[in-house]
């Protein structure tokens, strides 16, 4: 990710407004997409959504590349971090802005509330295990699987709304020319942004834990509110629900095995008093909401106070 950005703070700026317009866009065509190749395949857009909007290449390549120069901080931040700000920031403000109507299998329900506690495993030692690497990766596999099984009998939203969304059907190769378009786009607006963002606060005095578990996820998935609101928005919060989970997924199992088995790193005591609970506490509360049908203006308002409350414990503990 660029540091440096041309121009000082308006130039930053400028990167950060331009990197959300080309990302709401791309989201809107990834949309397209998906729908077209769930049509096609004859797969939920819930499973789609989970296979490939879920997937983030960024987030992956920043956490093998920090692991690989020994800056744990940052390599765990783009598992501990980057999932936090998903199920507070990107599921809350989406709750607030467009509210999420949606039914999930209840063994979809359990791997996300499982998925953050297993996570645990590769914190158990002062250096990410490989052995927890390995288990990471089979429960990802495992689970995803159950995704795509369970969503082909499982009805998601009303319907009336799936009728609509099967009007106007996408040749195979449009949707999944469409998809590409969007995840390679959704990515270079995702930089801009991520970029934009670093820039504006490199002037400040901000503490390396701090930066490495906070402000990098953050700036790193700051698209991921476009991908949970923008879907719900156009009538398709199963496609938003399959992001959730599916990020959740890549973020804690794929990303942080991915990880220990390739780049283990040092795990800092704050990571496990800090960063891995409030994450299983943040999941398991966003969880329920997700049970319940519905995560609004109320749901998404206490998602966002949790992750003030962790922002603030992590500037003072670091």
């Not at 397209?32 to 939920?44: C, D, F, K, R, T």
């Not at 509110?225 to 399959?242: L, N």
């Amino acid at each position: 990710m660029l540091t440096n950005v041309p121009g000082g703070s308006l130039g930053a700026v400028v990167l950060f407004v331009v990197g959300v317009v080309l990302a709401v866009w791309a989201t809107q065509r990834l949309l397209e997409g998906l729908v077209g190749i769930s049509q096609a395949a004859h797969l939920p857009t819930f499973a789609v959504g989970a296979l490939l909007s879920g997937f983030e290449a960024e987030n992956v390549a920043v956490g093998l590349a920090a692991g690989a120069g020994d800056a744990a901080q940052v390599a765990l931040g783009t598992v501990f971090g980057g999932a936090m700000f998903l199920v507070c920031v990107a599921l809350g403000l989406g709750g607030v802005l467009y509210p999420l109507r949606v039914h999930l299998p209840r063994g979809a329900l359990v791997s996300m509330a499982l998925a953050p506690v297993l996570a645990g495993a590769a914190l158990l030692g002062d250096q990410t295990p490989r052995l927890a690497g390995l288990v990471l990766l089979a429960a990802f596999i495992a689970a995803m699987g159950y995704v795509v099984i369970a969503s082909r009998t499982h009805r998601f939203i009303d319907p009336d709304e799936v009728e609509e969304a099967l009007e106007h059907p996408r040749p195979w190769l449009a949707a999944l020319g469409l998809t590409v378009l969007g995840i390679v786009v959704i990515g270079i607006g995702g930089e801009l942004v991520a970029s934009g963002a670093m820039g504006i606060v490199e002037t400040l005095n901000v503490p390396a834990s701090f930066m490495g578990m906070v402000v990098a996820p953050a700036a790193i998935e700051l698209e991921e509110i476009i991908r949970q609101a923008v879907p719900t928005r156009m009538g398709h919060p199963d496609v938003s629900a399959g992001n959730l989970v599916g990020t959740l997924f890549y973020f804690v199992l794929f990303n942080l095995g991915l990880i220990a088995l390739l780049t283990p790193v040092t795990v800092e005591p704050l990571v496990r008093t800090l960063d891995w609970p409030a994450l299983v506490g943040a999941t398991w509360l966003a969880t329920f909401f997700v049970a319940r049908g519905r995560v609004g203006r109320l749901e998404g308002s206490a998602l966002l106070a949790v992750y003030a409350a962790y922002v603030v414990a992590h500037w003072l503990a670091s």
